[in-house]
């Protein structure tokens, strides 16, 4: 892009650092750092037919929030240069990956299972990513990443408005990139497309049998059966355009990310170094054994001038271990003499002692040699350790010249005397506020000092105070509840996931309560309505309810109540549900407790009928 180069300063606060690969054809990455915040980031400048579904697109993008998604954080324009900024992307991508050699099954199932789940959040957020591909997941240790979200699709420029049909592309896309993973094959939509660089590296399509993608099982035979029946529901007569491939999902085919998280699940964690087969996986190195000697040998072992290690001590066969003094190799030059019998030489020689006086002393060999390593065999005529000279026995030199002034015992009466002062004066610092609150001739006004008193102009102690400002109480929720009074009073019931009630209320928009599932949005008559109700931490006015949610349609009433009567009290709003609906009363309502009664149930992008809450807020 024109104008700029390395030392670029984006919106007066990204620094443009080094040119990064991208295998978009209208974006150029950069390396460049945050000088506001201090911290890395990545800066996409966008360019050609799509920039401003780009940057829509990832400014939806960026009120989704999760680990496994490379989070947006800014978007915007300067100068015609439209710029994305994100995290920076870490890890290798899954390209990368099957390059060193296809995946194993179980450890595909966990790279697949993260990048569903975290497509799942923002799916639930009405973000879809559209242009799922190898290049768009990464593997970072343990850590799966999925890149790209918003931007890639804006890009493109994908039609992101059918629900329906843009759950189903990103469901085709993850178990393309699954059975990818498995044979290096891409069975999904063609790669070669516009918007993806010419330069980009793009894998091999995958074999057919007829019209339809080559089963999974005769690629891998280890492959489980139902991944193997996933990918065959999935691209069962699925060839040819994009729309094509994200039509309705026929038969069991998986509609959204959700589907592929529940037909992988469960899976463990993901290891780049397990996720290869066995035959290209490093080779376990086996165990090595090695002496000390061994391990202390080498011209790289010891700086100069170090003394030689001393030989592996091995226990006798009386089972005492010998002195440090009557160890053969111990400090100083003592030598065991209880060595009368030939004793096989060792394995590697000993490196040739060196004689120097005042040499230092030899640690005792670590708890961890080896215990294989035959002992050295000793002459029995050298000196015993009673005989044997020690350098650092020699008594100290004595002191010389006029003996020196000892101040120690008066700085000590020094300091004694400043803490004893230093206690007396904290003593009576702490104690003089307790003196008489009235000094003789003095007489109790009850009046601070300094203010006017009830005669001097003024009109009185009770007239002249204001009085104290009210606090406003502010609703604050404090807990919740999934109803069915019905389900109840039938003695049968499961609940509409009661256990999943505080996630409507936790401050996290990417956590849901939902509701069972039916068959049709009037309960398919076994119900005429379910509700949710808040408990707020004490009574409180209440003027707006809003609900973020994923779904649209239905009916909730909201009514001032509690759990225990749910349809009891007035209807103060009532509408359909939608991302984001705002519920406001006419007049603020005192209340200890809310409840949404839905009398009508909405139809989620998969086909459910079932209620969804991702966040209750109150005001």
């Given at each position: 892009?024109?104008?700029?180069?390395?030392?670029?300063?984006?919106?007066?606060?990204?620094?443009?650092?080094?040119?990064?690969?991208?295998?978009?054809?209208?974006?150029?990455?950069?390396?460049?750092?945050?000088?506001?915040?201090?911290?890395?980031?990545?800066?996409?400048?966008?360019?050609?037919?799509?920039?401003?579904?780009?940057?829509?697109?990832?400014?939806r993008a960026a009120l989704v929030v999760d680990p496994r998604l490379t989070r947006v954080l800014d978007v915007g324009s300067e100068d015609d240069v439209a710029y994305v900024v994100t995290e920076r992307y870490t890890g290798i991508t899954l390209s990368e990956v099957v390059a060193g050699g296809i995946v194993?099954?179980?450890?595909?199932?966990?790279?697949?299972?993260?990048?569903?789940?975290?497509?799942?959040?923002?799916?639930?957020?009405?973000?879809?990513?559209?242009?799922?591909?190898?290049?768009?997941?990464?593997?970072?240790?343990?850590?799966?990443?999925?890149?790209?979200?918003?931007?890639?699709?804006?890009?493109?420029?994908?039609?992101?408005?059918?629900?329906?049909?843009?759950?189903?592309?990103?469901?085709?896309?993850?178990?393309?990139?699954?059975?990818?993973?498995?044979?290096?094959?891409?069975?999904?939509?063609?790669l070669d497309v516009p918007w993806i660089a010419q330069d980009a590296i793009h894998p091999l399509p995958a074999q057919r049998a007829g019209d339809d993608v080559l089963p999974l099982s005769a690629v891998r035979p280890d492959v489980p059966a139902e991944l193997d029946a996933l990918c065959t529901a999935t691209f069962s007569g699925a060839r040819g355009t994009a729309d094509e491939w994200t039509a309705a999902a026929p038969g069991d085919g998986p509609a959204s990310p959700a589907d592929v998280v529940a037909a992988v699940e469960p899976w463990g964690e993901v290891s780049v170094v397990a996720a290869l087969p066995a035959f290209v996986q490093p080779a376990a190195a086996g165990v090595?054994?090695?002496?000390?000697?061994?391990?202390?040998?080498?011209?790289?072992?010891?700086?100069?001038?170090?003394?030689?290690?001393?030989?592996?001590?091995?226990?006798?066969?009386?089972?005492?271990?010998?002195?440090?003094?009557?160890?053969?190799?111990?400090?100083?030059?003592?030598?065991?003499?209880?060595?009368?019998?030939?004793?096989?030489?060792?394995?590697?020689?000993?490196?040739?002692?060196?004689?120097?006086?005042?040499?230092?002393?030899?640690?005792?060999?670590?708890t961890g040699y080896d215990a294989g390593t035959a002992p050295l065999a000793y002459a029995t005529g050298e000196p015993t350790p009673a005989e044997a000279p020690q350098a650092w026995s020699e008594p100290a030199p004595r002191r010389r010249g006029p003996r020196r002034f000892n101040a120690t015992p008066i700085v000590l009466l020094l300091v004694l005397g400043l803490v004893v002062w230093g206690v007396v004066w904290a003593v009576n610092t702490a104690f003089d506020g307790f003196g008489p609150a009235l000094q003789a001739g003095e007489e109790q006004t009850g009046e601070e000092p300094g203010e006017p008193s009830a005669g001097e102009g003024g009109e009185g102690t009770d007239a002249g105070q204001e009085a104290p400002p009210v606090t406003e109480v502010r609703p604050v929720i404090a807990s919740g509840e999934a109803l069915d009074p019905e389900g109840d009073a039938g003695g049968n019931n499961d609940g509409e996931h009661p256990e999943l009630a505080p996630l409507a209320y936790d401050q996290q928009p990417d956590t849901t309560w939902i509701s069972r599932r039916y068959n049709a949005a009037n309960f398919a008559g076994l119900r005429t309505g379910i509700g949710f109700a808040v408990t707020l931490e004490e009574k409180a006015p209440v003027s707006t309810v809003v609900l973020d949610t994923a779904v649209t349609g239905g009916n909730v009433e909201i009514r001032a109540t509690s759990p225990d009567a749910p349809t009891d009290g007035e209807v103060l709003a009532s509408g359909p549900l939608a991302p984001g609906v705002e519920f406001s009363f006419d007049q603020p309502v005192e209340a200890e407790s809310i409840v949404l009664w839905f009398t009508e149930l909405p139809q989620n992008p998969s086909g459910e009928y079932r209620a969804e809450i991702n966040e209750i807020l109150v005001s």
């Open positions: 892009m024109n104008g700029v180069a390395p030392g670029t300063l984006l919106v007066a606060r990204y620094r443009l650092d080094e040119q990064l690969a991208s295998d978009l054809s209208d974006v150029t990455a950069w390396s460049a750092h945050d000088q506001i915040l201090d911290r890395p980031v990545r800066v996409s400048l966008v360019s050609g037919a799509h920039v401003a579904e780009a940057l829509d697109s990832a400014r194993d099954p179980q450890q595909a199932r966990a790279i697949v299972g993260e990048a569903a789940a975290a497509l799942e959040v923002a799916r639930r957020r009405g973000v879809h990513h559209l242009a799922l591909r190898p290049d768009a997941v990464r593997v970072d240790g343990s850590r799966v990443l999925v890149t790209g979200l918003g931007l890639d699709a804006g890009v493109a420029g994908h039609d992101q408005h059918d629900a329906d049909r843009t759950s189903r592309a990103d469901a085709v896309g993850l178990v393309a990139l699954l059975y990818y993973a498995m044979t290096a094959r891409w069975p999904g939509p063609s090595s054994r090695q002496s000390v000697r061994s391990a202390f040998d080498g011209a790289t072992s010891a700086p100069p001038g170090t003394p030689p290690p001393a030989p592996p001590v091995r226990r006798p066969t009386t089972g005492r271990i010998h002195r440090v003094g009557a160890v053969p190799g111990s400090a100083g030059p003592a030598a065991y003499t209880g060595a009368t019998q030939a004793v096989p030489p060792p394995a590697i020689p000993p490196p040739t002692p060196v004689a120097a006086p005042g040499s230092h002393a030899v640690p005792p060999p670590p």
